[in-house]
């Protein structure tokens, strides 16, 4: 199913555009508001599932305490978008 969806005023290839800078906390209070609220109401990116927002949450944390460990947790990001990624194309 190609099932891109416009979820809290973004669509879910723009959540995935703006998932880096959400966990990185450089995005702007709207911005970082329609992100939580597009993962919290998109039926795609719930799929798979509350694990997005729930890993995201993580992520946010986890990089907040240790902002040394970055690498890592962009390859986290960057499995997170391509599993997301073949959600909406497939
Ligand atoms: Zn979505």
């Not at 599932?49 to 305490?65: D, E, I, K, N, P």
Request: net charge neutral; proline share 1%; with cysteine.
């Amino acid at each position: 199913m190609n099932g891109e969806r416009r979820v809290a005023g973004l669509l879910c290839s723009e959540v995935l555009e703006k998932l880096g800078d959400f966990i990185d906390g450089t995005l702007g209070p709207s911005e970082r508001a329609a992100v939580e609220a597009h993962l919290a109401g998109c039926s795609v990116c719930e799929q798979f599932g509350g694990s997005v927002a729930a890993s995201v949450g993580a992520l946010r944390r986890q990089r907040l305490a240790r902002a040394e460990d970055g690498a890592s947790v962009d390859k986290v990001i960057a499995r997170l978008q391509s599993a997301l990624l073949t959600k909406i194309t497939t």
